[in-house]
Every structure is written in structure tokens, then in C-alpha cells.
């Protein structure tokens, strides 16, 4: 059985966007910090570090989870995406591709988490209407852009992905 | 805005987690999904020196249906929970009242018995608890006891779980042919904390019973005869006995008018749906 004093600093290894990682850190490290100070993976933002604001939101075995709210060691052995792992070298999912088209963004800070929910959202569930999609919106706060052109966006990305008319 | 360090054990069997509780009394804690503990954590509400990770104990993530209740697990999530292809059938209450639970990337996380455990008076899990009559199974190294839900939670956030033990599960009663279900929130945003929430059950010959969450410092319930000619003066009664306070997110008059009218339509909701 694992068993750690507070001060012990050991191995936890997890799938980091398809790549095996290994970090190494005390019990009380959040993954949030693990993936910005251990990693460098400075995409996943740090909010509120309560689980309110959804800005650190990441998908966990696929499904979208607070990083903020799960110890480092919490992810032994699990698949991590975060949002480093959506674009391929320059070329944009069309999730981002439409962020970029709606505008929907402007600081960009709450933006990570929100494209790891709805990412995870369309993979589970194509075909997701608007309710569902303000549902999984509604565990997110952006304070730039009143979520219209957000909810755009996603419903566009919707439709490329169905493989439907592009607009919404 | 990070936790206080303490000691992490994982435990991968139940003894494990037993012995290491045992051996940390009153300064260890469970750790599951964390959705309520991590917070508290980060806030430094919370400042454990040992947690014990139960989540890696395969016998805690059970759903089990057997006779006329349904047992889950400490390890069981709460996005598992809403998955179970039985929940509608056996469950109707919970499954209308999950939804509610937090947002859906923290249900991912969160588990059932963890919301039991942080025991929050505004709680929908520990509310639907209380309006079915379940029960909450603690285990300690020395025994294993089952305790009612109306006898669990104590106060606000405080439970009758003792240092050493842990919940391994709790037991909601399954649906009975003829009853009826409801739930209803009232809050600023969905997945926020509820102002008033409530949950109705209503039996086949027109009895019923209302539950209400975050007005008093644990889930209060009416029983309710089947003549409800008299009901709002029942709920009326019921509202000031439940001595809500002012705080920021509503006044206690507020609360007392949400739980006349909400209390009034989650309870005509749940005798008409009885099948």
C-alpha cells in the first residue's frame, strides 16, 4: 500500500495527452500544479482553486474534472488530457477553429476548461442540443464574452463534427 | 489557497484503510472524489494531518439492488450513480434530484457517500437520504454499525460518524408500486448551492412525506396525512419551525415563502406521478 509522510516527495505517473509522464511530488500537490510547475503544462488555468470557476477543468478517463480539486497523486495511473492536447502542431480542432470564428473568447482564461468540457461533451454525445450544451457551459465562468458567442461556437462545432450545415 | 500538508495513505483494501483511520483518530480524514474535501483543503478549512484514499478499494464502487433497497458503495461516483441503468426504475427520486448535484465535472468526481459524509445542509444526496428513510453503514476496525439517516446527520456539516470509522455505504429504500417522487430547487444558478430545496414522497393511499433542504442546519421533514385540505397551514407551521436564518444568498423570509410554495408544488408533484 502506498503510504507517504507529508514531506515525502515520490513518483506519480500518469498519460499526459497520449504521453506517459512521471512527476514527482508531495502528498498535498494539487494536479493542477503538477501540470503548470512540474510539467510546464501552463495550458490548464488556475481560477479559484474551489471548484467554482472551471477554468482548471480537464478530462480525466475522458471525462471533464477540476484539476484544482484532485490531489497529483489522485491521478496515478490515469489518462489526463488537457487542452495541449486538442490542436495538432498548428492545425485547430474544429471546436477551436469555431472559438476562433464566434469569437468566443476575449481574455482566453476561462477558455481551456471550457473547450475540455465541451470537447468531452461531444465526444459522449454528438448530437448535443443547446440545453445540453448551456448544462455543461453552466459548470464554467467567463466574465468577458455573456456566453452567447460561447454557446455559438459550440453549437457550430456541433454541426462540423455531425458533419451538418456549419451554421447554426 | 493550497492545502496544509498531511500524510496520504491509498489504500487497496479495506483493512488498510481501517488500520490507517484507526492510527490517525481524530486527525485523519476520508478521501474520495474530494469535491467537498479539497475545497476545504485549499481554503484551509481543513487541515487533517493524515488522508486515507478509499477510492482504489474495489469493493466500495458497487451499486447493489437487493430486496427493496439499493446499497452504494463509498467509492461509488456520482456520474456512476446517474448511469445506472436502474436508477429510474428503482431510484426516481435520486434520479431527478442528481441533476441538481453540483456541476456535472463535479459529479464526475464526487461520490454519493462523500456528500453524506460533508453532511452540507443545502445537500441534495443527504436530503433525498433523509425523505426516503435510508441509512449510512459505518465501519470502524473493531465493528460494523447501521445508523438511520434522521440519526446521521446531527448538525450543519456534523455527523454522527466517530474518529476511526469510515461510511462503506449507504442504503436508500428502492421505489414501491403505487408511490410518486419529486424534487425541486430553488437556487441563484443551476449547480449552486440551493437556497430551499425539496423532495416529496407520496404513498399509495395518499400519505406523504416533504423534505427540506437548506433552510435548517440538517434535511427536515413533514409527514403529511391524506387529507391535505389543512395543507398550508401545515406548511406554514412548518416553515417557522424550521427557524431559517438571513445569510447572503437569501433572507430567512424568502425561505420560509420558498418552502410554503415549493414544499406545496413538490408534494401535489409527487401524488400525481404516484404509478
Known amino acids: 500500500m502506498p503510504r507517504l509522510t507529508k514531506d515525502d516527495v515520490q513518483p506519480v505517473g500518469f498519460k499526459l495527452n497520449g504521453r506517459p509522464v512521471v512527476v514527482r511530488v508531495t502528498p498535498r500537490t494539487l494536479l493542477t500544479d503538477a501540470l503548470r510547475h512540474e510539467i510546464g503544462a501552463t495550458g490548464t488555468h488556475v481560477g479559484c482553486e474551489h471548484g467554482v470557476c472551471g477554468a482548471c477543468t480537464v478530462q480525466v478517463d475522458g471525462e471533464p474534472a477540476r484539476a484544482c480539486l484532485m490531489l497529483a497523486h489522485q491521478a496515478d495511473g490515469c489518462d489526463i488530457r488537457t487542452v495541449e492536447g486538442l490542436a495538432q502542431g498548428d492545425a485547430l480542432t474544429p471546436l477551436q477553429e469555431a472559438f476562433r470564428a464566434h469569437f468566443a473568447l476575449q481574455c482566453g482564461f476561462c477558455t481551456a476548461g471550457i473547450l475540455m468540457t465541451l470537447d468531452a461533451l461531444f465526444s459522449r454525445q454528438p448530437d448535443a442540443d443547446e440545453d445540453a450544451i448551456r448544462e455543461a457551459l453552466s459548470g464554467h465562468l467567463c466574465r468577458c464574452t455573456g456566453y452567447a458567442p460561447i454557446v455559438q461556437a459550440a453549437l457550430t462545432a456541433r454541426n462540423r463534427i455531425k458533419g451538418g450545415p456549419i451554421d447554426a | ?275
Open chain 2, 1 to 275: 489557497m493550497k492545502p496544509a500538508p498531511f500524510d496520504y495513505v491509498a489504500a487497496t483494501e479495506m483493512s488498510e484503510a481501517l488500520d490507517a483511520l484507526h492510527q490517525g483518530g481524530t486527525e485523519a480524514r476520508v478521501i474520495a472524489g474530494g469535491q467537498s474535501l479539497v475545497p476545504m483543503l485549499n481554503m484551509r478549512l481543513a487541515r487533517p494531518a493524515m488522508l486515507v484514499d478509499i477510492t482504489r478499494i474495489p469493493e466500495l464502487s458497487r451499486i447493489e439492488a437487493k430486496g427493496d433497497q439499493v446499497t452504494i458503495g463509498a467509492a461509488v461516483r456520482q456520474s456512476a450513480l446517474e448511469r445506472w441503468p436502474d436508477l429510474a426504475d428503482r431510484l426516481p427520486l435520486v434520479r431527478a434530484a442528481l441533476p441538481w448535484v453540483g456541476h456535472a465535472q463535479l459529479r464526475n468526481r464526487g461520490t454519493v457517500c462523500g456528500s453524506v459524509a460533508h453532511a452540507d445542509p443545502s445537500a441534495e444526496l443527504p436530503l433525498c437520504l433523509i425523505a426516503l428513510g435510508g441509512n449510512v453503514t459505518l465501519r470502524s476496525r473493531r465493528k460494523t454499525r447501521t445508523v438511520a439517516a434522521r440519526d446521521f446527520f446531527q448538525g450543519m456539516m456534523s455527523t454522527d460518524l466517530a474518529p476511526g470509522e469510515m461510511i462503506v455505504s449507504v442504503a436508500f429504500p428502492a421505489r414501491k408500486d403505487g408511490t410518486g417522487f419529486a424534487f425541486r430547487e430553488v437556487a441563484r444558478r443551476h449547480g449552486d448551492f440551493a437556497i430551499v430545496a425539496c423532495a416529496a414522497t407520496a404513498r399509495p393511499d395518499g400519505t406523504a412525506t416533504l423534505a427540506v433542504g437548506g433552510v435548517a442546519d440538517t434535511p427536515a421533514t413533514l409527514d403529511l396525512p391524506a387529507d391535505m385540505a389543512d395543507l398550508d397551514d401545515r406548511l406554514n407551521e412548518f416553515a417557522w419551525h424550521l427557524q431559517a436564518r438571513d445569510d447572503l444568498h437569501a433572507t430567512a423570509r424568502y425561505r420560509r415563502d420558498l418552502v410554503r410554495r415549493l414544499g406545496h408544488t413538490t408534494l401535489k408533484e409527487a401524488l400525481s406521478c404516484r404509478d
